[in-house]
C-alpha cells in the first residue's frame, strides 16, 4: 500500500500518472483499476464505485469461461451492493452461487458480498499483477472504510498494489482505514511544497528566464504549489512586469473574454462539485450549443473532458478552480444552480437519490429533499451500505416532516444503526420513537433500547433504562448479587415444583402486556449475561416461570433455552436437566425463531461438560441458523462463536481457530460488537494470533478488550483476559 498525502494541487495525480505510464510499458503489463472520489457524489461505496466499474469492463473483455473463473461464490451478493456487475453477462448468468435472500439477516448479506468483493480480489491478483489507485480519498465515506478495511484485512489479503492519494491535512474514515506507515509492505509518500530552487527550476521551464526577485515572488504567491505556478505562469504577469497576481485575479482576468454560455456552464459545474455526464450537464443549463462553449472552456484549461464507461464526464480542471469560481458566486446563483442539478438528476438519473437530497437541500427546497432522502436511504440499505442509510434517515428527519412519518422513520433509522454497529445511535433512535408510543409498543421499544446500551458496553445506561422498563412491569431488579442469588434459588423452586408443562397459546391470543413484560425479562436474562451472570441467571429463570404461565410457544422455547444455557454452565451436575430443557424447546420451536437460541445453548452446555465434538457441532450449527435469520441475535453470535473457539482449541483444530476467530473478530468491528469483539481477542481465541507469531496483535486486541470491561466484580471477560495474558507469556 502507498498512502500518498499532499495538500491540493500539489502534484499527486501527476506523480500517479507518470508512474502508471511507465508501468504500462512493463513487460508483465497489470491490471490497473482506478478510482475517484468526489466532494458531492453520492453512491454507496464511493470509493471503490470507479474501481468496481473498471473491473466489470476487465470482465467484459475476457472470454466467458475466463471470466467465470474470476467470479468468488457469493457473487449475487456482490452484484447487489455493485449493481454495475450485474450488467456483466457472466455475472448475471452465474449458476451454482448462493443467490441474495431476502430473509437472510442484512448484516450477514453485507457480510456475504464484502468477503465476495475481497475474493474476488484475490482472484484477479492470482491471474495477473494488479494495482489499484483510488485519488481524493479523503472524499470516502463510511461504508468504503469498512470496505477498504476488509480488502486490506488478513488473512489472506490480495497481492495487489493499492495506491491511494489524499490530502495530508484530511480527516477521514477511508484514510484511518489505511495501513499504518509502520506496518510491513506499507510506504507513506508525503508531497511537499517546492523549495525556492525547484520553483525557479520550474519557471525556467517555462519562462526564457526568471530573476531571483521574479522566483521569490512567484514561490511566495504560489506557496510552493506546482498546479498555481503553473497557471500564475500563463497569466502573463511575469512578462508585463505587473504585481503579482492570485489565482482569484488570474480567473477573473480570463471572465472577461467569456460567453453568458461559457460562464453558466463553469457555475453548474463548480456547484456540482463531481464529474457530470454531457446530457445531464445540457440538461441542467439548457446549453444549445454544449460542444462548442466546453471546447473552449477546455482550451483555456478551465475544464476537462473524461470518457467512464462510454459515456463523457465534464468537471473543473481541478479543485483549486472549482474552490475559487465556486466562492465568486452570489448566493442566488449557486441556489439557482442547486435547483437546476437537482431537477436535471430527477429527470435523467431518477436512481440518483442522494445527490438529488444534497442539491435540494443546497437551494433551500426542504420539503423536496425530505421525500428523496427517505428514498436515498432506503436505496442505501438495499445496498448494504448502513452507515449511509442511518445518516440519511437521520438527515431526513432534521427535515420537514408529517407526524405519522417521523415514527416509521425513526424505526428505520434504529434498525440502520444497529445494522452498521452503531448500537448507541440505535438506542438513542429506539428512545426517541418510544416517546412518540406509548403501552406495549413503547415498552418493548424500550426493551430494544436497553439491549443495544448493553451489547454494545454501556452497561449503565442498559442496567438503568431496564430498571425503568421492568419498574412499570411491576418487576424488582435486584439491588446486590446476594439478593439476585436469593432470588434466583427462590425461582429455580418454584420451576421444579411447577414444572414445565403449560398451555400453548399463539401470540395473538395473549394480552400485549404480557408479551411486553416477557420482553423485558427475556432482555434481562440475555443482557445481563454478558456481564452480570447471576443477576442473568435470576432473569432466565424468571422469564421461564413467566413464558410458562403465558403460554406463548415461541417464547416459552425461548425462555427453556435460556435456563438451560445458564443451568448448563454450571458443569455436569445439571446435565440431565439441561438436556430435558433443550429437548423439550426443540420440540416446541422446531421451525424456526428460537432454534438458534436453542443451538447455541446446547453447544456451550456440551462445551461446559466437555464434550467438545458435540459443542463444536451444535455451535456450527447455530451459527449457520443465526445467519439465514432476517435479524441475526448478538447474544446468540457472541455466545456460539466463543463456544466454538474454545472447542475447536480443545480439539486441537488451530487452522479453523484462527479462521473463525479473524472472521469474527472483523465481523464484531464492522457490526460495533464489543463483546463479540472481547470474546475473540481473549481467552482460547488469543491462540489465533500467536499461531501467525503476531505477539504484538495478541496483545493489542488485549488492551482493547480490557478497555470495554465494565461494571464491578469478577466475570467471565476477566478470566478471559487472565487466560489470554497466560498465553501471551506462555507463547
Not at 155 to 177: E, F, M, Q, T, Y
Not at 434 to 454: D, I, N, V, W
Request: with cysteine.
Amino acid at each position: 500500500c502507498v498512502a500518498l498525502s499532499g495538500e491540493s494541487g500539489i502534484g499527486k495525480s501527476a506523480l500517479v500518472e507518470e508512474f502508471l505510464r511507465q508501468l504500462y510499458a512493463h513487460p508483465q503489463r497489470p491490471l490497473v483499476l482506478r478510482g475517484r472520489c468526489h466532494p458531492r457524489e453520492h453512491v454507496p461505496f464511493k470509493a471503490f464505485d470507479a474501481v468496481i466499474d473498471a473491473v466489470a469492463r476487465h470482465l467484459r473483455s475476457l472470454p466467458a469461461e475466463r471470466a467465470v473463473q474470476l467470479l468468488p461464490r457469493d457473487t449475487p451478493a456482490l452484484a447487489q451492493m455493485f449493481p454495475a456487475l450485474a450488467c456483466v453477462e457472466v455475472v448475471a448468468n452465474a449458476r451454482g452461487r448462493r443467490a441474495p435472500d431476502t430473509h437472510i439477516d442484512a448484516q450477514e448479506l453485507r457480510r456475504r458480498a464484502f468477503a465476495a468483493f475481497k475474493a474476488l480480489f484475490v482472484k484477479l491478483s492470482d491471474a495477473q499483477p494488479l494495482v489499484v489507485h483510488i485519488d481524493d480519498l479523503h472524499w470516502g465515506d463510511a461504508d468504503s472504510a469498512r470496505l477498504l478495511a476488509e480488502l486490506l484485512s488478513s488473512p489472506d489479503p490480495p497481492a495487489l498494489l493499492l495506491i491511494a492519494g489524499h490530502r495530508s491535512d484530511a480527516d477521514n474514515p477511508c484514510i484511518a482505514a489505511l495501513p499504518a506507515a509502520s506496518a510491513a509492505d506499507t510506504v507513506s509518500l508525503h508531497l511537499g511544497a517546492l523549495l525556492p530552487a525547484e520553483t525557479a527550476q520550474l519557471l525556467s521551464t517555462q519562462l526564457l528566464a526568471a530573476d531571483c526577485e521574479l522566483v521569490l515572488r512567484c514561490h511566495e504567491e504560489a506557496q510552493g504549489v506546482p498546479f498555481l505556478l503553473w497557471e500564475l505562469c500563463h497569466a502573463g504577469g511575469i512578462q508585463r512586469g505587473h504585481e503579482w497576481p492570485s489565482l482569484a485575479q488570474v480567473l477573473e482576468s480570463r471572465v472577461s473574454a467569456l460567453g453568458s454560455t461559457q460562464s453558466a456552464l463553469l457555475d453548474t459545474l463548480a456547484a456540482a462539485a463531481r464529474p457530470l455526464p454531457w446530457v445531464l450537464l445540457q440538461e441542467a443549463t439548457g446549453a444549445l450549443d454544449l460542444a462548442t462553449a466546453l471546447e473552449r472552456l477546455r482550451a483555456q484549461r478551465f475544464v476537462r473532458v473524461q470518457e467512464r464507461d462510454g459515456v463523457e464526464h465534464v468537471e473543473l480542471y481541478h479543485d483549486r478552480v472549482r474552490e475559487t469560481w465556486f466562492a465568486r458566486m452570489s448566493e442566488d446563483a449557486r441556489r439557482a444552480c442547486f435547483s437546476a442539478l437537482a431537477r436535471a438528476f430527477e429527470a435523467l438519473q431518477p436512481d440518483a437519490d442522494e445527490a438529488s437530497v444534497e442539491y435540494r437541500t443546497a437551494a433551500g427546497e426542504l420539503e423536496a429533499a425530505a421525500v428523496r432522502c427517505q428514498e436515498a436511504a432506503r436505496r442505501a440499505n438495499r445496498a448494504f451500505a448502513f452507515e449511509r442509510a442511518a445518516r440519511l434517515f437521520g438527515r431526513a428527519l432534521a427535515l420537514p416532516l408529517r407526524d405519522e412519518a417521523r415514527a416509521g422513520l425513526l424505526h428505520e433509522r434504529a434498525e440502520a444503526c444497529a445494522n452498521a454497529g452503531d448500537c448507541v445511535s440505535a438506542a438513542d433512535a429506539y428512545l426517541s420513537l418510544a416517546a412518540l408510543q406509548h403501552g406495549p409498543s413503547q415498552m418493548q421499544t424500550e426493551c430494544r433500547a436497553a439491549f443495544q446500551f448493553l451489547i454494545s458496553g454501556h452497561v449503565a445506561r442498559g442496567v438503568e433504562l431496564l430498571r425503568a422498563v421492568l419498574r412499570e412491569q411491576g418487576c424488582s431488579f435486584p439491588e446486590t448479587p446476594g439478593s439476585a442469588l436469593a432470588s434466583l434459588l427462590m425461582k429455580r423452586l418454584r420451576v421444579r415444583i411447577r414444572g414445565h408443562d403449560f398451555r400453548a397459546r399463539a401470540e395473538a391470543e395473549v394480552d400485549p402486556y404480557a408479551l411486553a413484560k416477557l420482553d423485558a425479562l427475556g432482555v434481562a436474562a440475555v443482557g445481563l449475561s454478558m456481564n452480570d451472570n447471576i443477576r442473568g441467571a435470576d432473569f432466565a429463570a424468571r422469564f421461564l416461570l413467566e413464558a410458562l404461565a403465558v403460554g406463548e410457544v415461541g417464547r416459552v422455547a425461548q425462555a427453556l433455552a435460556a435456563e438451560a444455557a445458564f443451568l448448563g454452565r454450571e458443569g455436569g451436575r445439571n446435565a440431565q436437566r439441561t438436556a430435558a430443557l433443550l429437548n423439550q424447546a426443540r420440540q416446541l420451536d422446531a421451525a424456526s425463531t428460537a432454534r438458534a437460541s436453542i443451538e447455541t445453548a446446547a453447544g456451550m452446555v456440551a462445551a461446559c461438560r466437555g464434550a467438545w465434538r458435540e459443542g463444536r457441532d451444535h455451535c456450527e450449527l447455530a451459527l449457520s441458523l443465526l445467519r439465514a435469520q432476517p435479524r441475526a441475535a448478538p447474544w446468540d453470535f457472541t455466545t456460539a462463536q466463543l463456544f466454538l473457539s474454545v472447542t475447536r482449541f480443545n480439539l486441537g483444530e488451530l487452522t479453523a481457530l484462527s479462521r473463525d476467530v479473524h472472521a469474527a473478530f472483523d465481523y464484531a468491528k464492522s457490526t460495533g460488537n464489543l463483546y463479540l469483539s472481547a470474546a475473540m481477542s481473549s481467552g482460547s481465541a488469543t491462540l489465533a494470533c500467536l499461531i501467525s507469531h503476531d505477539v504484538e496483535e495478541a496483545e493489542r486486541r488485549l488492551s482493547a478488550a480490557r478497555a470495554v470491561r465494565t461494571g464491578g466484580g469478577y466475570h467471565v471477560q476477566d478470566a478471559m483476559l487472565g487466560l489470554g495474558d497466560c498465553m501471551i507469556a506462555a507463547y
